[in-house]
């Protein structure tokens, strides 16, 4: 069974102060690893794919990277608008065609001016 | 990105009536749609996935009876909620992906949070 684990469940920062957020995963092949921000109320909003250990990507504040067990997304410098909750998930490859995402339980993270 | 859209974004029904919930890709058509469910501090959970033109695939759990998916078209899937009741409460979301990008980004609609009371 596919598990993805997050950590920490939430994260409060103040404006500027860089961190790391965690994403621990197991899954029978992997065929992509998925950040999402959700804002409250609202549907996930896509960030970023993965496909294989040793990528990254990098958008604005935002950097993440891959390792065979684990992601961590990096945010830089982050500022208020940066508030949300942010979600990991992953796509195993199960011999067919589309295949839906296992999530993790999310990072809450709230940026203090 | 493309977009999905969902509606309504809110609804309130009365304990033992029934719901729709409409999923539409807007921009590109979609043979595979997926729903999920979301309760409050958790994760997504992958109820469904629905095939234009066949029957919807469920997850193990997931009552199919009481959860009726419908992809009659290649733009649009429909989750009604039979018989509702308080436990049925949740944020409901559906998301597709662009045919020929499986292995891609899904796209998200807004989500409706469904209230029964």
């Known amino acids: 069974e596919d598990q993805v684990t997050q950590s920490p469940e939430a994260l409060r920062l103040q404006e500027g102060e860089s961190s790391s957020l965690n994403c621990s995963y197991t899954v029978s092949g992997l065929r992509g690893l998925f950040w999402y921000r959700q804002d409250p109320g609202k549907g996930p909003e896509f960030l970023f794919t993965l496909y294989s250990a040793g990528e990254e990507k990098e958008k604005e504040r935002l950097k993440a990277t891959l390792t065979k067990k684990e992601s961590f997304l990096h945010i830089t410098a982050p500022k208020p608008e940066d508030s949300a909750t942010y979600l990991c998930a992953v796509q195993a490859y199960s011999g067919g065609g589309a295949d839906g995402l296992t999530f993790g339980k999310g990072t809450h993270l709230i940026i203090q001016p | ?117």
Request: with cysteine; glycine share 6%; proline share 3%.
């Open chain 2, 1 to 117: 990105g493309a977009v999905v859209s969902q509606h309504p974004s809110r609804v309130i029904c009365k304990s033992g009536t029934s719901v729709k919930i409409e999923c539409r890709s807007l921009d590109f058509q979609a043979t595979t749609m997926f729903w999920y469910r979301q309760f409050p501090k958790q994760s997504l959970m992958l109820m469904a996935t629905s095939n234009e033109g066949s029957k919807a695939t469920y997850e193990q759990g997931v009552e199919k009876d009481k959860f009726l998916i419908n992809h009659a078209s290649l733009t649009l899937s429909t989750l009604t909620v039979t018989s509702a009741h308080p436990e049925d409460s949740s944020f409901y979301i559906c998301s597709a992906r662009v045919p020929g990008r499986e292995n891609t980004e899904a796209f998200f609609g807004q989500g409706t949070r469904l209230t029964v009371v």
